[in-house]
């Protein structure tokens, strides 16, 4: 079965919650367009008048410094949260504002998308939240813009997440592991994801950056990455296809043209792993999944990754 090329238009269809519709088996994937979720928002500091014209520079900069504090604290008071989340005020472990970031666990899921993006790495090693004080996620510093890092629990039934956003020019944050180790999250057990937004193929998108997680987070890159998605429904057969569209968004050399991943049994709400093989070069590339569900409807996504090469 060949997956569509899709069109491109002038909204970004990616990270898309899945719509299904009806057809035969033998019928071409439709990708869907949809919207893109919100982004964690941001407060701006209440503005502070001053009558600058009577203060000497030296006492003007000490004012400014207490207003705005160094970019540590600045960062320590954003507000990361998602907002379309519904949280606990009072649980002890609840999805709020944390130290560089926000994080906890929520009430419950707000919707099933029948296919949900929850993992990119280039490498993940295995880790003991208990023993240590934080773990170490890195990406290959190929933007220059916020990078949005976002993790969330693959264990069925709890609902975890954390959300930050690091500043431009920075490839890697040590991530505080009391809530992890709290809730004893280990490897297995969840998914991350790194984004910033740029330009790919005519259209503003997410672009996602593999991550590399655990250890030092360092080491050449490897050319592979595992995906991990996870079906709302129970699926017949999912199929891969993968492009690479260039650096500066060339159009698009196949790799892999809708290839059945041929597991056999692809449960609901399970986490489903599939190696992206083939992105060997420096660049961006688009990923596209379809998938045959068992009522014979089929559901399709599409996103775009930017690869260090290997």
């Not at 002890?92 to 990119?120: K, M, V």
């Not at 490897?187 to 593999?210: C, F, I, K, N």
Request: hydrophobic content about 40%; charged content about 25%; aromatic content about 8%.
């Amino acid at each position: 079965m060949r997956m569509p090329a899709g069109g491109h238009g002038a909204q970004d269809p990616w990270p898309c919650p899945t719509k299904t519709s009806t057809i035969g088996r033998r019928e071409r994937l439709r990708s869907m367009p949809c919207g893109d979720d919100a982004a964690p928002s941001r407060r701006s500091p209440a503005g502070v008048h001053l009558p600058v014209t009577r203060l000497s520079s030296g006492l003007l900069v000490l004012l400014l410094f207490a207003l705005h504090g160094t970019g540590a604290e600045r960062l320590a008071s954003t507000d990361f949260c998602d907002p379309g989340l519904e949280v606990s005020r009072i649980h002890p472990l609840g999805y709020r504002n944390r130290p560089g970031r926000c994080e906890g666990i929520y009430l419950r899921q707000l919707g099933s998308d029948t296919l949900h993006l929850a993992s990119l790495t280039a490498r993940f090693d295995d880790y003991d939240p208990v023993g240590m004080d934080a773990l170490q996620v890195a990406w290959a510093p190929l933007v220059d813009d916020p990078v949005h890092l976002r993790a969330e629990a693959l264990r069925h039934r709890l609902y975890y997440r954390m959300d930050t956003v690091r500043s431009p020019g920075t490839d890697a944050y040590a991530w505080p592991t009391d809530i992890l180790a709290a809730l004893n999250l280990r490897r297995a057990e969840l998914g991350v994801l790194a984004w910033a937004r740029r330009t790919v193929e005519g259209a503003e998108r997410r672009l996602y950056l593999p991550l590399r997680v655990g250890g030092s987070a360092g080491g050449p890159a490897s050319g592979e990455v595992d995906l991990v998605l996870v079906p709302g429904r129970e699926l017949r057969e999912l199929y891969v296809s993968l492009s690479y569209v260039g650096a500066a968004g060339d159009p698009g050399v196949p790799i892999r043209d809708g290839e059945p991943l041929a597991y056999g049994y692809y449960p609901a709400g399970r986490a489903l792993r599939v190696p992206l093989t083939g992105l060997s070069r420096i660049g961006d590339y688009r990923v596209e999944l379809g998938a045959e569900l068992q009522d014979g409807s089929i559901a399709t996504i599409r996103f775009w990754l930017r690869s260090a090469g290997g």
